[in-house]
């Protein structure tokens, strides 16, 4: 069985979407289907490294996978990535984000990903480009240019999320092969994540004050144009690869 992981349960329609049969598992996380005969799960992991690691965790002893996909969105850090991008992870590198000091982001556990060229090819065969690259995983949201430029500059990763290297670790623990693939929500430049985004020099405070000014509806309506783009090029390799 091909196990598929994301944060968010927007994240994972696409697929469900393709399968027959679809029930859930044990309190409705985790839910199994068919795809032209052959059994696919799904896993709504949720967001952030340590919840996403325990709820993987807790599906891999109700099920044993061949395989685990994970998908969702992702934050560019190649300024040449641009918005719906999809990047096939090589590599998953935990980051560590303390003090004030951007140019001293420490990297924790580093973790090999399976297929990420096959992904790619199979995005190619859906007439969508993708890249291969690392990924970054970090604790909190990551929505500054300038830090994102920092990160790409020190780690030379393509894009961040919240979960890849810590899922991995868990797959890794486990013995099961784990590949991922995301589409980018975020590109490199963009700054409407910003509010939410971790930067210990500022405080809550200012963060507060910088969302009352830019406006939570403006910001809530660019995340969603942006996720729907981005959505829309996993809906495509999906349809092309379960």
Same mark, same amino acid.
């Given at each position: 069985?091909?196990?598929?992981?994301?944060?968010?349960?927007?994240?994972?329609?696409?697929?469900?979407?393709?399968?027959?049969?679809?029930?859930?598992?044990?309190?409705?996380?985790?839910?199994?289907?068919?795809?032209?005969?052959?059994?696919?799960?799904?896993?709504?992991?949720?967001?952030?490294?340590?919840?996403?690691?325990?709820?993987?965790?807790?599906?891999?002893?109700?099920?044993?996978?061949?395989?685990?996909?994970?998908? =969702?969105? *992702?934050?560019? $850090? !190649?300024?040449?990535?641009? &918005?719906? %991008?999809?990047? @096939? #992870?090589?590599?998953?590198?935990?980051?560590?984000?303390?003090?004030?000091?951007?140019?001293?982001?420490?990297? =924790?556990? *580093?973790?090999? $990903? !399976?297929?990420?060229?096959? &992904?790619? %090819?199979?995005? @190619? #065969?859906?007439?969508?480009?993708?890249?291969?690259?690392?990924?970054?995983?970090?604790?909190?949201?990551?929505?500054?240019? *300038?830090?994102?430029?920092?990160?790409?500059?020190?780690?030379?990763?393509?894009?961040?999320?919240?979960?890849?290297?810590?899922?991995?670790?868990?797959?890794?623990?486990?013995?099961?092969?784990?590949?991922?693939?995301?589409?980018?929500?975020?590109?490199?430049?963009?700054?409407?994540?910003?509010?939410?985004?971790?930067?210990?020099?500022?405080?809550?405070?200012?963060?507060?004050?910088?969302?009352?000014?830019?406006?939570?509806?403006?910001?809530?309506?660019?995340?969603?144009?942006?996720?729907?783009?981005?959505?829309?090029?996993?809906?495509?390799?999906?349809?092309?690869?379960?």
């Amino acid at each position: 069985m091909l196990l598929v992981v994301a944060a968010l349960e927007e994240e994972l329609k696409a697929g469900m979407r393709l399968c027959c049969g679809l029930e859930s598992v044990s309190g409705g996380r985790l839910r199994r289907g068919t795809r032209d005969g052959r059994a696919v799960g799904f896993l709504r992991a949720g967001v952030g490294p340590e919840k996403a690691a325990r709820n993987l965790a807790a599906a891999l002893e109700k099920v044993r996978p061949e395989r685990i996909l994970v998908v =969702g969105y *992702a934050g560019a $850090l !190649d300024p040449g990535l641009e &918005l719906g %991008s999809l990047v @096939a #992870a090589t590599r998953a590198i935990e980051l560590t984000l303390d003090g004030t000091d951007w140019n001293r982001v420490r990297a =924790g556990g *580093a973790f090999e $990903l !399976d297929d990420a060229h096959a &992904l790619v %090819s199979a995005a @190619a #065969a859906a007439g969508i480009g993708a890249t291969a690259g690392t990924v970054l995983t970090s604790p909190h949201v990551l929505g500054n240019p *300038a830090h994102k430029e920092i990160l790409f500059r020190s780690f030379h990763a393509s894009i961040v999320d919240m979960e890849t290297a810590a899922l991995a670790r868990v797959a890794a623990c486990a013995g099961v092969r784990l590949g991922c693939i995301r589409a980018v929500s975020d590109e490199a430049r963009d700054t409407f994540l910003q509010p939410f985004a971790f930067d210990p020099s500022s405080g809550v405070g200012a963060r507060v004050k910088t969302l009352l000014h830019t406006g939570m509806a403006h910001t809530w309506r660019q995340w969603k144009e942006h996720a729907a783009v981005a959505g829309t090029s996993l809906e495509r390799f999906l349809d092309r690869y379960l």
